[in-house]
């Protein structure tokens, strides 16, 4: 699939040059702890600095499907609204600008390269927030001194007793291509393990490629050399879930959460330059499942349908040399929200209901309560009156002992000398 033009140097150089530390993309890695005690199956991608650098192209590929906005916008309204309560109800209006009251967390962030992203986004829109990435291993994370604000933990999210420690902290939860990585069963307790952390009111986001609707195409027919075939038999094998963003949506949807929505985006709508670097991308990310077949031996790759090394490397050779064909995916966003979140109000006693002469009474001469629905209010005697159009005087009574209490469930008073 190779790309012709001058364009096509640029690409490369996109994919292949090094890159700031932190835009080097990598999702989780082999060996993760699975829920049980049986072993994590395989990653079949590379987690290599190559790997990277793939996957740092791709992300540009998916911020360019995305129009550039990488935050959806009722997630964007939902942290303004916050953010705006929460200085509201501060008592050091100059000081609490500069407090971040908001709280994001991305799961699987390998480098942190959609953080990063965001952190832009964030600023254009005046807004001020934590940023947590959480990953099973800590080795793509940028150097302690240029992490750059952006604050970094291990976390395996199938680790549900952990999950449950960090508690309901962030008003936003982002995960991006697990697909890769978690199997059927994995995919429901890592979506309450998101569900966990987040504050009501919140919303988690999934961005996924499903394996089963990956193409490589010409005129409309497969073209792949039967080498992309071969990868989703394997993910299917190791119980991988190739329909992955539906059913993530039919899962939320199940747990009655508000503002569910399915996005779907086919790279066929895309323009022509985004089409170019995807068959880059895909084309280095099929030399990487060769290349990772390779290593794991023989019997990896008679189970993957090669016969030999020499049979995978000549599939390898034919990935660059078939001009005119296209590589396609569909990228699902799937985003909900928690119940919760809003304001509330209650009014509750720390006795039992008071006695008469606790109550100021207004008017003695009323022996009758004249609306059995109006007790404990007083109404002045003219309210009676047919004649007068004017709207009766409640004058609400509260027992001496009674306490008003107004909560809202987003709000907590920020340490000023903790702020960033």
């Known amino acids: 699939m190779m790309i012709r033009g001058a364009r096509i140097t640029r690409l490369q150089r996109l994919a292949r040059a090094d890159s700031q530390p932190h835009f080097s993309l990598l999702f989780s890695l082999p060996g993760r702890h699975n829920m049980s005690t049986i072993a994590k199956e395989p990653y079949l991608l ?26 959806p916008e009722e997630v964007r309204e939902r942290l303004k609204a916050v953010q705006g309560t929460c200085r ?20 699987a962030t390998g480098t942190g390269i959609w953080l990063y992203s965001i952190r832009e986004e964030l600023e254009k829109l005046d807004l001020k927030a934590e940023l947590h990435g959480y990953d099973l291993h800590d080795n793509q994370f940028p150097p302690t001194d240029k992490r750059e604000d952006v604050e970094f933990h291990t976390l395996d999210i199938l680790d549900t007793a952990k999950c449950q420690e960090i508690g309901s902290i962030y008003h936003y939860v982002h995960a991006r291509l697990l697909t890769a990585v978690l199997t059927k069963e994995e995919w429901k307790v890592a ?5 966990e952390i987040l504050k009501p009111g919140g919303f988690v986001h999934f961005e996924e490629i499903p394996f089963g609707e990956l193409a490589i195409e010409k005129d409309g027919a497969p073209a792949s050399g039967g080498v992309l075939e071969k990868l989703q038999a394997s993910m299917k094998l190791l119980k991988r879930d190739l329909d992955c963003g539906y059913n993530i949506y039919n899962y939320l949807e199940g747990l ?8 779907k985006i ?3 709508a895309c323009d022509d330059e985004t089409k170019q670097m995807q068959n880059v991308n895909a084309r280095l990310g099929l030399e990487e499942f060769i290349t990772n077949a390779i ?3 023989p019997e990896a790759l008679k189970r993957l349908g090669f016969e030999s090394k020499e049979a995978a490397l000549e599939k390898m050779a034919y990935l660059g040399k078939t001009p005119g ?9 799937i985003l909900a929200r928690k119940p919760g979140g809003s304001f509330s109000m209650q009014v509750s006693t720390s006795s039992a209901m008071p006695n008469d002469d606790e109550i100021d009474e207004t008017n003695d001469e009323d022996e009758e309560d004249p609306d059995p629905g109006l007790s404990g209010l007083n109404i002045d005697d003219d309210s009676k009156d047919p004649q007068n159009t004017e709207e009766p005087k409640y004058t609400f009574v509260v027992p001496r002992r009674a306490r008003f209490q107004v909560s809202y469930t987003e709000f907590e008073p920020a340490n000023n000398s903790d702020s960033k």
Request: glycine letters at 4%; charged letters at 25%; proline letters at 1%.
């Open 88 to 107: 509201t109800m501060s008592y050091d209006w100059p000081a609490c600008k500069q407090v971040k009251y908001l709280k994001i967390a991305e799961v």
């Open 46 to 71: 590379n987690v290599d600095e190559e790997a990277s650098k793939r996957l740092n192209l791709q992300h540009e590929i998916l911020s360019r499907m995305l129009g550039g906005n990488l935050i």
């Open 295 to 297: 290593a794991r031996g």
């Open 256 to 263: 009655d959460l508000w503002e569910t929505s399915h996005r």
């Open 266 to 268: 086919d790279l066929r």
């Open 325 to 333: 064909t296209q590589a396609y995916f569909v990228f699902h966003s």
């Open 191 to 195: 979506i309450d393990n998101c569900l």
